[in-house]
Protein backbone atom coordinates (compact mmCIF):
# COMPACT_ATOMS: atom_id res chain seq x y z
CA UNK A 1 0.00 0.00 0.00
CA UNK A 2 1.17 3.25 -0.94
CA UNK A 3 2.17 5.86 1.81
CA UNK A 4 2.48 9.63 1.06
CA UNK A 5 4.11 11.99 3.78
CA UNK A 6 4.85 15.25 3.62
CA UNK A 7 7.23 17.53 5.75
CA UNK A 8 6.96 19.75 7.38
CA UNK A 9 3.20 20.13 7.97
CA UNK A 10 3.13 23.41 8.32
CA UNK A 11 5.69 26.30 7.64
CA UNK A 12 5.41 30.11 8.25
CA UNK A 13 8.33 32.17 6.61
CA UNK A 14 8.94 35.73 5.96
CA UNK A 15 8.25 37.09 2.14
CA UNK A 16 10.89 37.34 0.38
CA UNK A 17 12.81 33.48 1.68
CA UNK A 18 12.51 30.87 -0.17
CA UNK A 19 11.40 27.60 0.70
CA UNK A 20 11.57 23.85 0.19
CA UNK A 21 8.84 21.35 0.65
CA UNK A 22 9.12 17.31 1.23
CA UNK A 23 7.46 14.28 0.15
CA UNK A 24 7.79 11.06 0.43
CA UNK A 25 6.36 7.79 -0.86
CA UNK A 26 6.72 4.38 -0.03
CA UNK A 27 6.38 2.86 -3.22
CA UNK A 28 8.79 3.93 -6.26
CA UNK A 29 6.33 2.27 -8.17
CA UNK A 30 4.72 5.24 -9.46
CA UNK A 31 3.57 6.80 -13.40
CA UNK A 32 4.16 10.52 -11.81
CA UNK A 33 3.77 12.88 -9.28
CA UNK A 34 1.98 16.00 -9.07
CA UNK A 35 2.06 18.86 -6.85
CA UNK A 36 -1.06 20.80 -5.87
CA UNK A 37 -1.90 23.65 -3.80
CA UNK A 38 -5.37 24.23 -2.29
CA UNK A 39 -6.83 27.62 -0.76
CA UNK A 40 -9.10 26.80 2.47
CA UNK A 41 -12.58 25.68 1.59
CA UNK A 42 -11.62 25.26 -2.27
CA UNK A 43 -10.63 22.81 -4.36
CA UNK A 44 -7.29 21.31 -6.10
CA UNK A 45 -5.33 23.85 -8.15
CA UNK A 46 -2.58 21.57 -10.39
CA UNK A 47 1.29 23.08 -9.99
CA UNK A 48 3.25 21.11 -11.79
CA UNK A 49 4.22 16.91 -12.85
CA UNK A 50 6.51 15.23 -13.21
CA UNK A 51 6.60 12.03 -15.24
CA UNK A 52 8.29 9.23 -13.20
CA UNK A 53 10.69 9.26 -16.50
CA UNK A 54 11.68 13.13 -15.66
CA UNK A 55 14.15 14.70 -13.08
CA UNK A 56 12.53 17.73 -12.25
CA UNK A 57 9.97 20.25 -13.79
CA UNK A 58 9.45 24.20 -13.62
CA UNK A 59 6.81 26.59 -13.65
CA UNK A 60 7.70 30.60 -12.83
CA UNK A 61 8.81 30.02 -9.49
CA UNK A 62 8.33 26.45 -8.80
CA UNK A 63 10.56 24.07 -9.25
CA UNK A 64 9.56 20.10 -8.70
CA UNK A 65 11.91 17.62 -8.73
CA UNK A 66 11.68 13.75 -8.35
CA UNK A 67 13.98 10.75 -7.26
CA UNK A 68 12.15 8.12 -7.53
CA UNK A 69 14.54 5.25 -6.58
CA UNK A 70 15.17 6.70 -2.86
CA UNK A 71 11.04 7.62 -2.81
CA UNK A 72 11.25 11.45 -2.47
CA UNK A 73 10.24 14.74 -4.56
CA UNK A 74 10.39 18.44 -3.60
CA UNK A 75 8.88 21.43 -4.05
CA UNK A 76 11.24 24.50 -4.14
CA UNK A 77 9.00 28.31 -4.29
CA UNK A 78 11.98 30.94 -4.88
CA UNK A 79 11.25 34.45 -3.59
CA UNK A 80 7.97 33.67 -1.29
CA UNK A 81 5.03 35.88 -1.88
CA UNK A 82 1.93 35.90 0.85
CA UNK A 83 -0.42 34.88 -2.29
CA UNK A 84 1.71 31.68 -2.33
CA UNK A 85 -0.30 30.69 1.35
CA UNK A 86 -2.13 27.50 1.12
CA UNK A 87 -2.18 24.38 1.53
CA UNK A 88 0.37 22.16 -0.48
CA UNK A 89 -0.24 18.63 -1.42
CA UNK A 90 2.22 15.91 -3.70
CA UNK A 91 -0.21 13.02 -4.64
CA UNK A 92 1.37 10.10 -6.50
CA UNK A 93 0.14 7.78 -9.18
CA UNK A 94 0.26 3.87 -9.09
CA UNK A 95 -1.62 2.12 -11.45
CA UNK A 96 -4.30 3.92 -12.17
CA UNK A 97 -5.10 4.87 -8.66
CA UNK A 98 -3.64 8.35 -6.98
CA UNK A 99 -2.23 8.69 -3.54
CA UNK A 100 -2.31 12.27 -1.52
CA UNK A 101 -0.06 13.12 0.87
CA UNK A 102 -0.71 14.64 4.35
CA UNK A 103 -0.67 18.65 2.89
CA UNK A 104 2.33 21.13 3.98
CA UNK A 105 0.05 24.34 5.40
CA UNK A 106 2.30 27.40 4.38
CA UNK A 107 2.19 30.63 5.58
CA UNK A 108 4.10 33.50 3.85
CA UNK A 109 4.24 36.52 6.66
CA UNK A 110 4.36 39.79 4.61
CA UNK B 1 -9.99 27.96 -17.78
CA UNK B 2 -11.36 24.49 -15.87
CA UNK B 3 -11.55 21.53 -17.57
CA UNK B 4 -13.63 19.48 -14.85
CA UNK B 5 -16.90 20.92 -13.45
CA UNK B 6 -18.27 19.65 -10.64
CA UNK B 7 -22.06 20.81 -9.34
CA UNK B 8 -22.80 21.97 -7.01
CA UNK B 9 -20.22 23.75 -5.06
CA UNK B 10 -22.69 23.73 -1.72
CA UNK B 11 -25.12 21.84 -0.38
CA UNK B 12 -26.91 22.03 3.16
CA UNK B 13 -30.05 19.12 3.34
CA UNK B 14 -31.84 17.14 6.07
CA UNK B 15 -30.81 14.37 7.72
CA UNK B 16 -32.47 11.22 5.25
CA UNK B 17 -32.26 13.53 2.41
CA UNK B 18 -30.32 11.78 -0.91
CA UNK B 19 -28.02 14.32 -2.69
CA UNK B 20 -26.32 13.66 -6.11
CA UNK B 21 -23.18 15.37 -7.07
CA UNK B 22 -22.34 15.49 -10.76
CA UNK B 23 -18.68 16.31 -12.00
CA UNK B 24 -18.07 16.48 -15.70
CA UNK B 25 -15.15 16.64 -17.66
CA UNK B 26 -15.25 19.87 -20.31
CA UNK B 27 -13.07 19.27 -23.46
CA UNK B 28 -11.83 15.62 -22.95
CA UNK B 29 -13.12 12.32 -22.58
CA UNK B 30 -12.57 10.96 -19.11
CA UNK B 31 -12.09 7.19 -19.19
CA UNK B 32 -11.63 7.00 -15.71
CA UNK B 33 -12.96 9.32 -13.01
CA UNK B 34 -12.44 9.33 -8.94
CA UNK B 35 -14.17 10.64 -6.18
CA UNK B 36 -12.29 12.08 -3.23
CA UNK B 37 -13.62 12.91 0.67
CA UNK B 38 -11.85 15.18 2.43
CA UNK B 39 -11.92 16.07 6.31
CA UNK B 40 -11.53 19.60 8.13
CA UNK B 41 -7.57 19.96 7.78
CA UNK B 42 -6.97 16.61 6.87
CA UNK B 43 -5.64 15.36 3.32
CA UNK B 44 -7.96 13.98 0.37
CA UNK B 45 -9.18 10.11 0.39
CA UNK B 46 -9.75 8.32 -2.27
CA UNK B 47 -13.49 6.98 -2.37
CA UNK B 48 -13.75 5.00 -5.37
CA UNK B 49 -12.75 4.84 -9.00
CA UNK B 50 -14.95 4.83 -11.54
CA UNK B 51 -14.49 3.37 -15.25
CA UNK B 52 -16.78 4.17 -17.56
CA UNK B 53 -19.37 2.01 -18.39
CA UNK B 54 -18.07 -0.29 -15.74
CA UNK B 55 -18.91 -0.34 -12.43
CA UNK B 56 -17.14 1.35 -9.80
CA UNK B 57 -14.22 -0.07 -7.57
CA UNK B 58 -15.04 1.27 -3.77
CA UNK B 59 -11.82 1.78 -1.21
CA UNK B 60 -11.52 -0.09 2.00
CA UNK B 61 -14.17 0.85 4.46
CA UNK B 62 -16.08 3.11 1.79
CA UNK B 63 -20.40 1.77 1.75
CA UNK B 64 -20.65 1.19 -1.46
CA UNK B 65 -24.70 1.01 -1.20
CA UNK B 66 -24.08 4.37 0.66
CA UNK B 67 -22.40 6.30 -1.86
CA UNK B 68 -23.64 5.28 -5.40
CA UNK B 69 -21.56 6.52 -7.98
CA UNK B 70 -22.59 5.77 -12.04
CA UNK B 71 -20.01 7.07 -14.71
CA UNK B 72 -22.65 6.07 -17.70
CA UNK B 73 -20.81 8.53 -20.10
CA UNK B 74 -17.23 9.64 -20.84
CA UNK B 75 -18.06 13.29 -19.52
CA UNK B 76 -20.19 12.33 -16.57
CA UNK B 77 -19.82 10.82 -13.50
CA UNK B 78 -22.20 11.14 -10.17
CA UNK B 79 -21.96 10.27 -6.87
CA UNK B 80 -24.94 9.87 -4.64
CA UNK B 81 -25.41 10.27 -0.96
CA UNK B 82 -28.25 8.25 -0.18
CA UNK B 83 -29.65 8.82 3.42
CA UNK B 84 -27.62 11.82 4.09
CA UNK B 85 -26.60 12.14 7.82
CA UNK B 86 -24.45 14.83 9.92
CA UNK B 87 -21.45 11.99 9.86
CA UNK B 88 -21.83 12.58 6.13
CA UNK B 89 -20.95 16.37 5.94
CA UNK B 90 -17.63 16.63 4.08
CA UNK B 91 -15.91 18.27 1.10
CA UNK B 92 -16.32 16.01 -1.74
CA UNK B 93 -13.88 16.35 -4.72
CA UNK B 94 -13.99 14.41 -8.08
CA UNK B 95 -11.28 14.41 -10.49
CA UNK B 96 -11.33 12.73 -14.12
CA UNK B 97 -8.62 11.61 -16.28
CA UNK B 98 -7.57 10.33 -19.99
CA UNK B 99 -6.44 6.67 -19.79
CA UNK B 100 -4.06 5.83 -22.60
CA UNK B 101 -3.61 1.95 -23.86
CA UNK B 102 -4.92 0.88 -20.38
CA UNK B 103 -2.42 2.91 -18.26
CA UNK B 104 -2.22 6.27 -17.50
CA UNK B 105 0.86 8.73 -16.65
CA UNK B 106 -1.78 11.38 -17.55
CA UNK B 107 -2.64 14.03 -14.87
CA UNK B 108 -5.33 14.13 -12.83
CA UNK B 109 -7.84 17.71 -13.52
CA UNK B 110 -9.64 18.28 -10.48
CA UNK B 111 -13.19 19.42 -9.77
CA UNK B 112 -13.55 22.66 -7.37
CA UNK B 113 -15.50 20.22 -4.99
CA UNK B 114 -18.97 20.43 -2.73
CA UNK B 115 -19.63 20.96 -0.23
CA UNK B 116 -21.64 19.22 1.80
CA UNK B 117 -23.33 19.91 5.32
CA UNK B 118 -26.33 17.62 6.50
CA UNK B 119 -28.49 18.91 9.49
Known amino acids: KQEVTQIPAALSVPEGENLVLNCSFTDSAIYNLQWFRQDPGKGLTSLLL?????REQTSGRLNASLDKSSGRSTLYIAASQPGDSATYLC?????????FGTGTKLQVIP | GAVVSQHPSWVICKSGTSVKIECRSL??????MFWYRQFPKQSLMLMATSNEGSKATYEQGVEKDKFLINHASLTLSTLTVTSAHPEDSSFYIC???????????????FGDGTRLSIL
Open chain 2, 95 to 109: SATLNVGGISNQPQH
Open chain 1, 91 to 99: AVKGYQKVT
Open chain 2, 27 to 32: DFQATT
Open chain 1, 50 to 54: IQSSQ
